[in-house]
């Protein structure tokens, strides 16, 4: 029998998550390869349950060299990558079949949902390049592979199929930051001057290493000069430097400057503006805030927020009622900001909080009030 569509997985300890990804996919490909790069549990057994393509690779730091070899073991004329904590959403893997069969393209981009919360399936989207032909050139980067530009745009087709993703599930760990740090120091040694890895190094950085941050810091605020210059920036790599960009800028003039930029080149983006709207709010500009959340609240309403970067579903979640309540309150806005936290009274995980902060408008109210003063 031909084969036409090889799945394949890289993977590490991933015995508890592997069966869920392989069941997944295993009625729409002809073949199924496992890499493992030194799992200390059972993961190889669980594989071999439902491929004898298992191999063995030892990892040596570069997530490339891994799925390079990974597709060496192929033999589909396509090939679609998942990780070990991902799977396909039900009822979109028939997507696959009717992808491979088009003469025209050559990379087929899904979307990624990345769970925030593991259980309540809250989730962000953004699109990946999975599913390409055999034929593409071997993967570069360190951490993160892809192909070595230039790609024709114009064989690269959308597609209907989504995964679930859980990596981000409760946030990313700082044993999962470090490594990103060591492999993305490791990149730009081997392939100076890349934007994407210095803004990915840069980002992990604020969150885990402060110091390495402030040396990276210059090389992050050039970049951004050169992203707000540029005609037709990256979206993606200037996107996610500009949400960490707003949100370490106390300044008033820097923020709004940056937001006028985001507004007009990203509009509609929830992480800039809930970053901005978090910094606008500890830097006093409360009116600024309000603006910001406003603006949340209506992307939230219509789901329309732009897509491709993951982000935190409480971007877009009822937490910005809570801050907006939180805002009006701050403005004297009391009769809105009640409003506000009322709506959250049947909102689980924001009714303790509606309601303390119920509490405090009333009290203020009273305080407040000329009838009740001496």
Not at 85 to 99: F, K, N, P, T, Y
Not at 119 to 144: A, K, Q, V, W
């Amino acid at each position: 029998m031909s084969i036409e569509l090889s799945l394949y997985l890289v993977v590490r300890n991933e015995s508890s998550r592997l069966a869920r990804a392989i069941e997944s996919a295993r009625d729409y490909v002809d073949e199924i390869v496992v890499l493992d790069t030194g799992s200390t549990d059972d993961t190889r057994d669980v594989a071999r349950t439902y491929t004898d393509r298992v191999f063995q690779f030892e990892w040596v730091d570069d997530f490339s060299a891994a799925h390079n070899r990974a597709r060496s073991h192929c033999r589909g004329k396509w090939l679609f990558w998942l990780d070990g904590d991902e799977w396909i959403v039900e009822g979109s893997a028939q997507g696959l079949r009717s992808a491979i069969q088009r003469e025209d393209i050559d990379i087929v981009t899904v979307l990624r949902r990345d769970l925030t919360r593991i259980g309540d399936f809250s989730y962000t989207e953004m699109p990946l390049h999975r599913l390409f032909r055999r034929s593409m050139p071997e993967f570069i980067g360190c951490n993160h592979p892809h192909f070595v530009a230039p790609i024709d745009v114009r064989r690269i087709a959308k597609s209907p199929i989504s995964i679930w993703h859980e990596g981000y599930a409760n946030g990313t760990s700082q044993e999962k930051l470090r490594r990103g740090i060591r492999l993305n120091l490791k990149e730009l040694a081997l392939r100076p001057n890349q934007p994407y890895y210095e803004v990915e190094l840069y980002i992990s950085a604020l969150k885990a290493q402060p110091d390495l941050a402030k040396q990276w810091q210059p090389v992050a605020h050039r970049r951004m000069e050169e992203f707000m210059a540029a005609p037709d920036p990256d979206n993606l790599i200037a996107l996610r430097l500009l949400e960490a960009m707003v949100a370490e800028s106390p300044s008033g003039e820097r923020r709004r400057s940056l937001m006028r930029y985001a507004r007009s080149t990203y509009p509609r983006s929830a992480a800039v503006l809930w970053a901005a709207a978090g910094t606008a709010y500890q830097a006093g500009c409360f009116e600024e805030a309000l603006d910001y959340l406003n603006e949340l609240e209506d992307i939230r309403a219509k789901n329309d927020y732009l897509r491709g970067l993951s982000f935190h579903s409480e971007v877009l979640s009822p937490r910005i009622t809570l801050n907006r309540g939180v805002v009006l309150v701050r403005l004297t806005r009391l009769d809105e900001a009640e409003i506000a936290f009322t709506s959250l009274l049947d909102e689980p995980e924001y009714a303790e909080a509606a309601r303390k902060n119920l509490a405090v408008i009333e009290n203020i109210k009273i305080s407040t009030d000329p009838g009740n003063s001496a």
